[in-house]
């Protein structure tokens, strides 16, 4: 019998690894929980950096602004479905651009309901409606990887959507959210390798972000989408031969035996 622990260690790659040798029965993987993220590889001097809720267009099209400085970085967004319509009504085309210039959209509830207290049929009803929205404003059906749950809680319900949508449950490793100077001066400098990184678009954290692209250049760091992050640890995982590669709260795994 698997257990959960057990089970998460076997994620992703390790999984299909563990499938492949017929070390894990199918009815156990339909079973567990859907894959969870907390950080990636330590072996990259990159971040993710991901915003959440994303409800003020000026503080979006400021954070555009921003990127277009840095082309070389990527990032990801989890909006609410309520701020990818209000948006695209202020600022037509705003999510296609970010999307049309390589950062990432992910899901993170219709308008910040909390998925504690949503049955799993109305939670995958939320994401659809979700979906729609996305669908919309880019014009096309995105491949969505990433679900970020509100209020960072490991629901059943949204782990459930994320199992039925193939999308990975990704918390954080750390925040940047606070006083923007404050942040800036002390919180950013300990940025480790393969941090996710939680912002909101709000003007605190977009202030801190227009303080802290200029020293993550400066000093060699990346920022790249989570479907960098979440790809390059998997590969690493499956080239490790079921060995652990890192000690991380996730997506580790002792040798399987
Ligand atoms: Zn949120």
Same mark, same amino acid.
């Given at each position: 019998m698997l257990t959960r622990r057990?089970?998460?260690?076997? $994620?992703?790659? &390790?999984? =299909?690894?563990?499938? +492949?040798?017929?070390?894990?029965p199918v009815?156990?993987?339909?079973?567990?929980?859907?894959?969870?993220?907390y950080h990636g590889s330590s072996r990259h001097?990159?971040?993710n950096l991901s915003y959440d809720d994303c409800y003020l267009v000026k503080k979006l099209q400021d954070l555009e602004k921003l990127l277009d400085q840095y082309p070389e970085f990527k990032i990801t967004l989890?909006?609410?479905?309520?701020?990818?319509?209000?948006?695209?009504?202020?600022?037509?085309?705003?999510?296609?651009?970010?999307?049309?210039?390589?950062?990432?959209?992910?899901?993170?509830?219709?308008?910040? $309901?909390?998925? &504690?207290? =949503?049955?799993?049929? +109305?939670?995958?009803e939320d994401y659809a409606k979700w979906l729609e929205a996305l669908t919309q404003v880019l014009g096309a059906t995105p491949t969505v990887r990433f679900g970020r749950p509100t209020y960072?809680?490991?629901?059943?319900?949204?782990d459930v959507v994320c199992r039925e949508n193939g999308l990975v449950n990704t918390m954080w490793s750390t925040g940047w959210g606070g006083v923007t100077a404050d942040v800036v001066k002390y919180t950013v400098p300990k940025a480790r390798n393969g941090d996710i990184i939680l912002l909101h678009i709000r003007t605190d954290d977009v202030n801190t972000s227009l303080g802290a692209y200029p020293w993550m250049r400066e000093n060699g760091w990346r920022a790249v989408t989570l479907s960098?992050?979440?790809?390059?640890l998997l590969t690493e995982q499956h080239e490790s031969a079921g060995?652990?590669?890192y000690n991380g709260p996730s997506l580790t795994r002792t040798c399987i035996e």
């Amino acid at each position: 019998m698997l257990t959960r622990r057990d089970f998460l260690k076997l $994620t992703g790659a &390790g999984l =299909l690894a563990a499938s +492949a040798s017929g070390l894990m029965p199918v009815s156990a993987q339909e079973a567990e929980s859907a894959p969870l993220i907390y950080h990636g590889s330590s072996r990259h001097r990159y971040v993710n950096l991901s915003y959440d809720d994303c409800y003020l267009v000026k503080k979006l099209q400021d954070l555009e602004k921003l990127l277009d400085q840095y082309p070389e970085f990527k990032i990801t967004l989890f909006p609410v479905g309520l701020a990818l319509l209000n948006n695209e009504g202020k600022d037509p085309g705003i999510w296609k651009r970010f999307y049309d210039k390589g950062h990432e959209i992910g899901y993170h509830s219709w308008d910040h $309901t909390n998925f &504690g207290v =949503l049955s799993p049929e +109305a939670a995958l009803e939320d994401y659809a409606k979700w979906l729609e929205a996305l669908t919309q404003v880019l014009g096309a059906t995105p491949t969505v990887r990433f679900g970020r749950p509100t209020y960072g809680s490991l629901a059943y319900s949204f782990d459930v959507v994320c199992r039925e949508n193939g999308l990975v449950n990704t918390m954080w490793s750390t925040g940047w959210g606070g006083v923007t100077a404050d942040v800036v001066k002390y919180t950013v400098p300990k940025a480790r390798n393969g941090d996710i990184i939680l912002l909101h678009i709000r003007t605190d954290d977009v202030n801190t972000s227009l303080g802290a692209y200029p020293w993550m250049r400066e000093n060699g760091w990346r920022a790249v989408t989570l479907s960098q992050l979440y790809d390059d640890l998997l590969t690493e995982q499956h080239e490790s031969a079921g060995c652990d590669v890192y000690n991380g709260p996730s997506l580790t795994r002792t040798c399987i035996e």
